[in-house]
C-alpha cells in the first residue's frame, strides 16, 4: 500500500485551508472494563488521502508529561490521533495500576480495530500504532504484543517497571511511585504489589516471542536517569538484533534526559518516517 502521509507538513501548516474540510477534534469517551476514560480525538483534514494511519498516543506516569507536539504533527501529516487518559488518570473513571495501562492500551487499540471506529473516522485497520513514553510505552508493549494485527509499536524512553523489583532498587522504585499522588489508586503498596505479582507478563526481554516479527521504533535517551538505556532498552533488543525478521525494528538514541526535550523535532521526524515507512 503507497503510503498516505504528507510529511512536508510535519512542521508546515496547508498554505490554504477548506472550510469544508477542517481538521479537528472531539472529546473521547471510551468505556474499558466498566471504567470511562477520556481524552481527545484528532483528525485531519478531509483533503487529506484516506483511510488515515491510527496513532494512540499512552501517557507515562503519572501523566504529567504532555506529548502535544507530536499528536499535532502526526495529525497534520495525515494520522488519526487518540491520546486518552489512563484509568484513574486526570479525570478518568476507576483505579490507576499499571496492569490497568496496559488493558487500557489493549482494548482501546481493538476499539479503533474495529469496523465501527474505523468506517467513522475512515482509519486504515491495518495501520493502527500505539506509542507511548515511558511507563505509557510499557502499556504499548505489553498490549501491542497480544495483537498480531498492530501495524507498529512505538516507545519513547521504555520504562520497565519490572526490573527494579530488587531490595537495592525497591526504594527508588517506591519513590516514583510516590510522584503519582494525584492518581486515583489504592495507594503505592498496590502500585507495587501489582507489578509483583505481574511480572512475569510485563517483564518487556519476555515480551521477545510475540513482538519478534512486529514493526517497533525505540527511542532512549542516553542521559536517561529515569528509564536507563542499559537496563530499560537494551535487555529486550539484544535479543531483537539476534533475531532475523522482515518486520521494519530501529533504536535510535538522543543525547537527553527521559523527556527527550532538546531533540523533540528529531523524535518527531523518526516516528513520523517509521509510520510512512510502515504504511508504504
Not at 504529567?64 to 507530536?70: F, G, K, P, V, Y
Amino acid at each position: 500500500m503507497s503510503s498516505t502521509l504528507k510529511l512536508e507538513n510535519l512542521f508546515s501548516d496547508e498554505k490554504e485551508i477548506d472550510p469544508t474540510a477542517l481538521p479537528d477534534y472531539t472529546t473521547l469517551d471510551f468505556v474499558s472494563t466498566g471504567s470511562h476514560i477520556y481524552g481527545e480525538i484528532m483528525w485531519p483534514s478531509a483533503n487529506q488521502p484516506t483511510p488515515h494511519p491510527c496513532v494512540i498516543m499512552m501517557h507515562g506516569f503519572p501523566g504529567t508529561a504532555r506529548n502535544d507536539d507530536i499528536s499535532h504533527a502526526l495529525c497534520r501529516i495525515g494520522c488519526l490521533v487518540i491520546v486518552p487518559h489512563n484509568r484513574g488518570a486526570w479525570g478518568s473513571q476507576g483505579k490507576y495500576l499499571i496492569t490497568n495501562c496496559i488493558e487500557d492500551a489493549q482494548n482501546l487499540a481493538e476499539y479503533a480495530h474495529s469496523q465501527e471506529f474505523t468506517q467513522k473516522y475512515n482509519v486504515d485497520p491495518s495501520q493502527i500504532f500505539l506509542l507511548g513514553h515511558s511507563m505509557g510505552a510499557n502499556s504499548a508493549l505489553n498490549a501491542g504484543r497480544k495483537l498480531d494485527w498492530i501495524g507498529g509499536i512505538i516507545m519513547l524512553t521504555p520504562y520497565d517497571p519490572t526490573r527494579y523489583l530488587n531490595r537495592a532498587k525497591e526504594s527508588y522504585f517506591r519513590s516514583l511511585l510516590e510522584e503519582g499522588k494525584i492518581l486515583q489508586s489504592d495507594g503505592i503498596d498496590a502500585l507495587y504489589d501489582d507489578v509483583v505479582i505481574n511480572q512475569a507478563e510485563i517483564s518487556h526481554p519476555k515480551a521477545f516471542e510475540q513482538v519478534k516479527d512486529k514493526n517497533l521504533l525505540v527511542i532512549g535517551g542516553t542521559y536517561d536517569s529515569v528509564s536507563p538505556v542499559n537496563e530499560m532498552i537494551l535487555p529486550l533488543w539484544k535479543q531483537l538484533e539476534a533475531h532475523q525478521t522482515n518486520a521494519i525494528q530501529k533504536r535510535i538514541e538522543f543525547p537527553t534526559e527521559h523527556g527527550l526535550l532538546g531533540r523533540r523535532i528529531s523524535v518527531i521526524k523518526e516516528i513520523a518516517n517509521f509510520i510512512d515507512s510502515v504504511c508504504k
